[in-house]
């Protein structure tokens, strides 16, 4: 039996607009989605008779608790996102194990566990066609397998850039930046829950009217205009529960970034650097200060196999 292993990317919304909360539970968006290239990894090897689903998880360059919060059961989107591929290729699901390596903050607004199980369907995609001799899905139908999962694992199977409306699962790819961008991030102590973030949105009361963000995307000629159109209208929402994100903003900005945004539901802040050196130097700045930063930069393929 072949082992398969896969990769997926963290993201960041440039552009988050948030309409209204629709009767599905979910609020219609408008985003400009980028990938970064710090990468989820993900390894399905065959598993012991009659073990069913088995997961690892080990971090790379993470604190100890965001791997320690990574639920190892059902509740896992990877293992969702086996049983649902299963199903539609007509096979009852296989004894597996599943190692994952995470690279990406975990409740952190970048997408970490829908790349987990971005990568799951990929490497999981291809782990039956050799192993069990199904046909294989098109990209398509896993973005379509993806969407039913979470509203941000077809960006994480896609990559690049794109703009996502609906649940932020319909996605149309756009020409990619003419430039390299690179980013600090800096993670809170604590995560925050991706619905408790829209609740505090609905809350506040603050819907906004959505842009064509194709038209702003094609706008965007140089890093400065990028730093001047990134918004995210969920900011303020993740400051009210978290006020001391404001001060980390201006603390980022205040090291010379171009601009720093909570990343989609937050916490992490993703600031736009002007070069890879000055990423570093914010990032070191902050880890000195207590505060555990990263850096990643763009462009980032989709999830994709690794030989
Ligand atoms: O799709 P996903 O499972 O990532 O969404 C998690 C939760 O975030 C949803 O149950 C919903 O409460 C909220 N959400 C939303 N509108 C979106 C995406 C997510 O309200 N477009």
Known sequence: MNKVRATAP????????????????????NSLFLALDLREEVSISVGLQGTGITIYV?????????????????????????????????????????????RIPVAGGMAGGSADAAATLVAFNEYANKNLGTAKLTLEELLEAGSELGSDIPFCILGKI???????NQLSAIPELSFTTHWVLAISQQGLSTPTVFAKFDELGQSSEFRDLVELR?????????AGCLGNDLQASAVELMPQLSTLIQNIESLGALRAIVSGSGPTIAALCSSKEQAETIAETLNGQGIFALTASSPALGANLEG
């Open 162 to 168: 794109a703009v996502g409306t609906d649940r932020g």
């Open 58 to 102: 080990k971090g790379e360059d993470l604190p100890a608790r965001h791997i320690a919060a990574v639920p190892t059961d059902e509740s896992n989107l990877v293992v969702k996102a086996v049983r649902l591929l299963s199903k539609k290729l007509g096979i009852e699901t296989p004894d597996i194990q599943i190692d994952i390596l995470k």
């Open 218 to 226: 094609n706008s965007i000629g140089t890093i400065e205009d990028l």
């Open 10 to 29: 963290a993201k960041v919304n440039l552009i988050f607009e948030v309409g209204q909360l629709e009767p599905t539970g979910y609020h219609s968006v």
